[in-house]
Structure formats: structure tokens, C-alpha cells
């Protein structure tokens, strides 16, 4: 049977053990977590891998009892598995455990991100502005029902135990609770050339920066189908964005919201002005959440029988006729920032789309005509 690739989780039992039959286990039987991008309805992976850099934490419970408790789980290089600081194993009977898990993982008892019940996931009053707070929340779907399928190599859910699954460990997809915004800048023309002549555009960005953007925000997820086995998945709010605290907006001046710096734009290549940045999902408003520019712009001239290029016109900061612009984020279809959803926006410089033309008229002469008569007195 094919095996999918997977990411192996040993742990080890966080308590003493007691006589209750939850924890009488199988010999070398541990638990594992598959972590891979399943389809909901499929064992098939098809997406990316979970890095193995990265640890997550991991929440069970059997028969509503807490089993295991925020246990961060990290790879383990020399054994080729992902394996938490201990090691639990399956209860005996087919006495089946559900598992949410979370990244990044936290140890911490207060404040705790996120708060996970059995069925429900809280994010409460997270600022993404704070660079403390620029991480890949993600959650997973819980996995219901599982137990071990009495051979100590695969699991399978409670509906399909007659059912190879092909999973060694406790199928783990990750989703991701925030949003992903970068933004990129371009020119439509650096040269332009007509009748031998050839004109050049010089376009330079020395600020932009972003304002009206939420930072600050809670978002609840609660179990689609508690009746459900398998993977099931959390519903997520309304439109897939947070609840934003609206009284809270990024600071303009901030690093992450802001760039002061000179980079010139040419035909062809996309300069970065605002990386990767972890954002709050929000729904867009129009006129609120803008991108500001301020941009010099020099254009030069060089004709056919020149060599050299000559500055014609000069729109810079220091003559006091830098060009700004004011830009609102909402752009063709994109109406939110979603949860899961990654935005990239390229703005495009350049010469006004209206060249210079001309329209030629003659005013008309400007007639003036008189008359008079001449008498010629005549001696006969």
C-alpha cells in the first residue's frame, strides 16, 4: 500500500498512569501526526508540506476528557519524524481521540494564542502591526474519531475501520488564520522613441506609505459538524475576515507600513516597497484603506542628430513639484482581505496616457473697410 509522506509525532503519556482504560495502551504504539495538505474529503496530499523548521501545538481529548494538553511538537532530524517533548500512545479497545493542532506554538498560560476548546478556536485582540505579532497563525481542522488500527503502523477514523487510510500518523492541515499582503511598483515606460527622437523617463519613488488599515482584531472559529469523524472543518466568520476593532489603525510612520527611500522604477522589473506582511482580514472600505506616493519624475529629451539626452522638464521634491498620488486598495474584484488569502499589488508609473497633441485654427483677418467720395471740380 502507498504510503503518503508524512511527519511523524512520537509522545509520551503527560501523567502518571491510572486505572482508567483511556490510558491503558498498546505496546510501542505511539501516536504520530501526518502533516500534510489534505484534501477535507481525501488522504491525498496536495499542497505544501509543513516546514520542518517550524513546531506547532497539539490539544486532544477522548471520551471529552482533556488528553493531551498544548504539547508543541518539533522534527526530529536524526529519526526523519516530528516528535513532541513526550510521548503518548493510543488508548486500548479502539477507543478513538481528537486532536486540534496550532502554530506558531506557545507555551505561555496567560494570553494564550490561540485559546482552543474542543470546539471552538478564539483569536482575541490580535495587532498584527506589532512586530511581535507578524507570525503565520494557522489552525488545523480537528481530526475526529481516530484510534489505532491494532497493527502499531497505520490509524483511521471511527467511520472507516475496515478501511486502509494509508496514514501512519494523525492527519494534521493547517490553514491560515490571517492574511498576506505585498505590493510592488513598475513603470509602463522608461524610453519612448518617435521620428529618430528618443524621450526618457526618469520615475523615482521617495515615499510610500499605507493608512486607514485595521491592525487590531478578534476572530472566533467554531466546529462546522460535531457529529462529524475525520478531518472537519471550523467555520469561519462571516466574509472569512476578523471582527476589527475599528478605533485601532496602523501608524503610517511604522517600518512595515511605510518606506523612505529613492527606488527608481524601469520597464519590465517589480520593485518590493512593501514585503510579505501578515495583516489583519477586513473587509475594505472605500477611500480608507489607501497607498500614498510621493515621486520625482524628470523626463529628458534627445533628438535624432544628438547624442546626449537633455533634462526638458524636472517634477521633484526639491523644486517643490513632486507628483503625489493617493491610491485605494480596493482593486477589480478584491473587496477584502480574507483569511488564507495572500494579496500582491503591482502599480504601474508612467507618462500620462493623453501625449501632448495640438489643435491649430488662424484667427480670421480682421477686415476694415471705408468708403469716401472724391469730387473733381473740372474747368470747362
Known amino acids: 500500500m502507498k504510503k503518503l509522506f508524512f511527519i511523524a509525532v512520537a509522545v509520551m503519556a503527560m501523567a502518571a498512569c491510572t486505572k482508567k482504560e483511556m490510558n491503558q495502551v498498546v505496546k510501542d504504539n505511539a501516536i504520530t501526526f501526518q502533516t500534510a495538505t489534505y484534501l477535507p474529503t481525501s488522504t491525498k496530499a496536495s499542497g505544501s508540506v509543513f516546514a520542518t523548521n517550524k513546531t506547532f501545538g497539539t490539544y486532544a481529548w477522548s471520551d471529552n476528557q482533556l488528553f493531551m494538553n498544548n504539547i508543541e511538537v518539533k522534527y526530529n532530524s536524526n529519526k526523519g519524524q516530528w516528535a513532541p517533548v513526550t510521548v503518548f500512545y493510543w488508548p486500548k479497545n479502539e477507543q478513538t481521540v481528537d486532536f486540534v493542532s496550532y502554530h506558531p506554538f506557545s507555551d505561555v498560560t496567560v494570553n494564550h494564542v490561540p485559546i482552543v476548546e474542543e470546539n471552538k478556536i478564539t483569536y482575541k485582540d490580535i495587532d498584527f502591526s506589532l512586530s511581535a505579532n507578524q507570525k503565520d497563525y494557522m489552525y488545523a481542522d480537528k481530526a475526529v474519531g481516530y484510534h489505532d488500527n491494532g497493527t502499531g503502523e497505520e490509524i483511521t477514523d471511527s467511520d472507516n475501520v475496515n478501511t486502509e487510510s494509508g496514514l501512519a500518523g494523525v492527519p494534521t492541515l493547517f490553514r491560515h488564520a490571517g492574511a498576506k499582503l505585498a505590493i510592488n511598483c513598475t513603470t509602463t515606460y522608461d524610453y519612448l522613441a518617435a521620428a529618430g527622437d528618443t524621450t526618457k523617463f526618469e520615475i523615482t519613488i521617495k515615499q ?80 480608507q484603506q489607501m497607498l500614498h506616493f510621493i515621486i520625482d519624475a524628470k523626463t529628458y ?80
Not at 466574509?239 to 527606488?263: L, Q, S, Y
Not at 547624442?307 to 480596493?330: C, G, R
Open 208 to 287: 510610500a506609505y499605507l493608512t486607514g488599515i485595521y491592525t487590531k482584531g478578534t476572530c472566533e472559529l467554531n466546529l462546522s459538524d460535531a457529529t462529524k469523524t475525520g478531518l472537519v472543518t471550523w467555520n469561519r466568520p462571516a466574509n472569512n475576515v476578523w471582527t476589527a476593532d475599528e478605533n485601532v489603525t496602523n501608524d503610517p510612520n511604522a517600518t512595515m507600513f511605510k518606506i523612505n527611500g529613492t527606488p527608481q522604477l524601469k520597464k519590465g522589473e517589480n520593485v518590493p516597497i512593501m514585503a510579505e506582511t501578515y495583516i489583519l482580514p477586513q473587509t475594505l472600505v472605500a477611500n
Open 301 to 380: 529629451l534627445k533628438r535624432a542628430n544628438e547624442t546626449e539626452y537633455t533634462l526638458i522638464l524636472e517634477q521633484t521634491e526639491e523644486k517643490n513639484k513632486a507628483i503625489k498620488a493617493d491610491i485605494s486598495l480596493i482593486m477589480g474584484k478584491i473587496s477584502a482581505w480574507e483569511m488564507n488569502g495572500s494579496y500582491e499589488y503591482t502599480i504601474y508609473f508612467g507618462p500620462a496616457s493623453s501625449p501632448i497633441t495640438f489643435d491649430p485654427a488662424v484667427v480670421d483677418w480682421k477686415n476694415y473697410e471705408e468708403s469716401s467720395s472724391i469730387e473733381l471740380n473740372l474747368t470747362l
